[in-house]
Every structure is written in structure tokens, then in C-alpha cells.
């Protein structure tokens, strides 16, 4: 179901309390628990190529950008 059918079933169902909420219950979107979606970078919100070594969290491209400031250093 596309995020447009979505809103629209949604919309049809504010009448119907009832409705509504097992359509709700079984219908929406679930939370990410596990997997590259349910971790985003701290500093831009991007979910991939993540870094999470020493409690990071940072993509790859944010982690270029501070590297020196946290304390890293470039070996080749």
C-alpha cells in the first residue's frame, strides 16, 4: 500500500472511531528495531554507510568532516 492510499483510507475512516483504530492497529507503519533504518547519523540523520565503532554513530561523510576534532588521525 502506497503512502497516498494511506492517507486516503485514513481520511475515509475518521467517521468510524472503531474502524479506525483496528485499521490503525494492523495497517500502519511499523518502528525499525533492527537493520541500517533504525540507526541515523547523530549529526545529519542519514541512514547509511554508518560508523558505530566506539559509539560513533556517525555516517561515513560526517565522520570525514570531524575525524580530526574527535581525534583521529589519516595513516596513508
Avoid at 540523520?45 to 581525534?71: N, P, T, V, W
Amino acid at each position: 500500500m502506497t503512502t497516498k492510499d494511506f492517507k486516503k483510507v485514513f481520511k475515509q475512516l475518521e467517521a468510524k472511531p472503531v474502524k479506525l483504530k483496528k485499521y490503525l492497529k494492523h495497517n500502519s507503519p511499523k518502528k525499525k528495531k533492527i537493520g541500517i533504518g533504525s540507526r541515523p547519523c547523530k549529526v545529519c540523520g542519514r541512514y547509511g554507510a554508518h560508523i558505530r565503532s566506539y559509539g560513533l554513530h556517525l555516517c561515513r561523510m560526517c565522520f570525514r568532516e570531524d575525524a580530526k576534532k574527535i581525534g583521529f588521525k589519516k595513516f596513508s
